[in-house]
């Protein structure tokens, strides 16, 4: 697959589309509580999707067929945890929330980590470690720049910290599909890899574990748990490359040259 450059009239529409998935990830984050099952956060995501009129992307995305509008993931659950009526938030949780929709045909995708109540230094120093990771990527989101300087710079954020970032999943190239060109690894060597293009729009998705980097994905075939059964935190956005510097289209405040907060 090449990797297919948008034009500027394709970044406002990948624009809209971002800002009505950001829009109920708001929703989602803000109904993570203590009490709340997982599929309640589910039929948020549906009840958004139906009022907005945009497509769910992750539903019956694959093989086996994801079964669920977006990914919940609890503790030592690092992506891909499907929703159940059975699963709890519990005061001290942190969960990971993955989201993303089609609207005019454009993908958008984000994900946050969202503690739980009141919650351990630890997990809060895990979240915001790899909140952090992810804006250090986005500063280095700039025309001229390679794909390895991202992928070094989260690695060498969260190492810093005493963390390990997975290299199992990796953050993708967005527009048409999901997933698209180019991979966008979570390591590596700065310096490396393809040169980041203006009209290049990338997914950026840290997912930073608080022991060892090792994945365990469970017998559903989707669920995937740090191997060692150590917290994990999962942030991501979907980020335009522009003339003048990134524009976080998952992000309100963002404009183009300006990540925003």
């Not at 800002?19 to 009490?35: E, K, M, W, Y």
């Not at 527009?175 to 979570?186: A, F, I, L």
């Not at 022991?211 to 995937?224: H, I, K, M, Q, R």
Request: proline share 5%.
């Amino acid at each position: 697959m090449r990797i297919v450059y948008k034009s500027p009239d394709e970044l406002k529409l990948m624009r809209e589309s971002a800002l009505v998935t950001a829009g109920i990830l708001d929703d989602l984050c803000a109904a993570a509580v203590p009490g709340a099952s997982t599929w309640d956060l589910e039929m948020i995501a549906r009840a958004g999707i139906a009022k907005h009129k945009v497509k769910s992307a992750f539903l019956n995305y694959a093989q086996p067929p994801y079964p669920a509008v977006l990914c919940t993931s609890i503790n030592e659950v690092i992506v891909h945890g499907i929703p159940r009526k059975d699963e709890i938030l519990k005061d001290g949780d942190i969960i990971g929330i993955d989201f993303g929709t089609f609207k005019h045909s454009f993908c958008a995708d984000t994900a946050r980590t969202v503690c739980v109540g009141k919650v351990s230094p630890e997990k809060q120093k895990l979240v915001d470690t790899a909140r952090g990771a992810l804006e250090a990527a986005i500063a280095l989101c700039v025309a001229g720049n390679r794909l390895g300087d991202l992928g070094h710079a989260v690695q060498s954020y969260a190492e810093a910290q005493g963390y390990s970032v997975v290299r199992q999943f990796v953050g993708h190239g967005i527009g048409r599909q999901m997933h698209e060109d180019p991979q966008v690894p979570n390591y590596g060597e700065a310096g490396s890899g393809k040169r980041l293009k203006t009209g290049l729009v990338i997914a950026v998705e840290p997912m930073v574990n608080a022991g060892s980097p090792d994945v365990e994905v469970l017998e559903d075939d989707w669920t995937a748990v740090t191997k060692d059964r150590s917290m994990s935190a999962h942030f991501e956005h979907t980020i335009a490359i522009t003339d003048d510097g990134p524009w976080v289209l998952t992000r309100a405040t963002s404009t183009p040259g300006n990540p925003g907060a």
